[in-house]
């Protein structure tokens, strides 16, 4: 605690610093009640805190009505609603749809055959789907890149595969192609930095080794 002139080598010092830790977090716990507070007064008037939303309530319904039938990805359902993939994610309730079990065929052949691997498994996580419904989702949300900036390199680009269980919260960037609307989803601060509109050096790089075209507009490599 220098700032402060605190000598925590001396019991005073320890003291003092306990103290001071008490008081910060006294303070947050301040903060976060009259934020709550302040939220429950806007709700009981009828109005809601944060942003207002993209979709309206009729359309978050039908995202929600096409992502259950299993029958749409997310992308799919955004290029609809022309909205970020985002958007869609943030309004989904991601929950597991119990519509069919997931069964195995019997297959009769003279040999046994080799088990393979089903990519419906998530990499990151390992969580495995049940049903159909779910096993088709997950499909889909694992053929979506994510690009996390490494805690340990800053100019280095994690990509991972992730399923609802598992996918990053906000912030959350869309890099999408200018004519199919494809592309890999940015996280933490490389999806801050692209909010005001600039792309990180780590990113531009990572997409430009993928064939992407990024000026003047992002076209992805099956479009560059």
Same mark, same amino acid.
């Given at each position: 605690?220098?700032? &402060? /002139?605190?000598?925590?080598?001396?019991?005073?010092?320890?003291?003092?610093? %306990?103290?001071?830790?008490?008081?910060?977090?006294?303070?947050?716990?301040?903060?976060?009640?009259?934020?709550?507070? /302040?939220?429950?007064?806007?709700?009981?008037?009828?109005?809601? /805190? /944060?942003?207002?939303?993209?979709?309206?309530?009729?359309?978050?319904?039908?995202?929600?009505?096409?992502? !259950?039938? %299993? *029958?749409?990805?997310?992308?799919?359902?955004?290029?609809?609603?022309?909205?970020?993939?985002?958007?869609?994610?943030?309004?989904?309730?991601?929950?597991?749809? !119990?519509?069919?079990?997931?069964? &195995?065929?019997?297959?009769?052949?003279? !040999?046994?055959?080799?088990?393979?691997?089903?990519?419906?498994?998530?990499?990151?996580?390992?969580? *495995?789907?049940?049903?159909?419904?779910?096993?088709?989702? &997950?499909?889909?949300?694992?053929?979506?890149?994510?690009?996390?900036?490494?805690?340990?390199?800053?100019?280095?680009?994690?990509?991972?595969?992730?399923?609802?269980?598992? *996918?990053?919260?906000?912030?959350?960037?869309?890099?999408?192609?200018?004519?199919?609307?494809?592309?890999?989803?940015?996280?933490?601060?490389?999806?801050?930095?692209?909010?005001?509109?600039?792309?990180?050096?780590?990113?531009?790089?990572?997409?430009?080794?993928?064939?992407?075209?990024?000026?003047?507009?992002?076209?992805?490599?099956?479009?560059?």
């Amino acid at each position: 605690m220098l700032e &402060q /002139g605190i000598d925590t080598a001396t019991a005073e010092g320890r003291a003092m610093f %306990g103290m001071l830790s008490v008081l910060a977090e006294f303070q947050r716990e301040l903060i976060v009640a009259n934020t709550r507070d /302040g939220l429950a007064a806007a709700r009981a008037r009828g109005r809601k /805190g /944060g942003r207002p939303s993209k979709l309206s309530s009729a359309q978050i319904a039908l995202a929600q009505r096409l992502y !259950d039938a %299993g *029958e749409h990805t997310v992308a799919q359902i955004a290029g609809m609603l022309k909205v970020p993939r985002t958007t869609v994610y943030g309004h989904l309730n991601t929950r597991r749809v !119990d519509i069919a079990p997931v069964t &195995q065929e019997t297959v009769v052949a003279a !040999d046994p055959p080799a088990p393979v691997l089903t990519p419906r498994t998530c990499p990151t996580c390992g969580h *495995e789907p049940t049903t159909r419904a779910e096993a088709a989702h &997950q499909r889909a949300d694992l053929a979506v890149l994510w690009l996390h900036p490494d805690p340990e390199q800053r100019e280095t680009v994690i990509s991972r595969q992730h399923c609802r269980h598992c *996918e990053p919260g906000q912030p959350a960037f869309d890099v999408a192609c200018a004519v199919c609307g494809d592309g890999p989803i940015l996280a933490g601060r490389f999806a801050e930095l692209a909010e005001t509109g600039e792309l990180a050096g780590p990113v531009r790089h990572w997409l430009a080794g993928a064939g992407w075209t990024i000026t003047p507009d992002l076209f992805c490599p099956d479009h560059a």
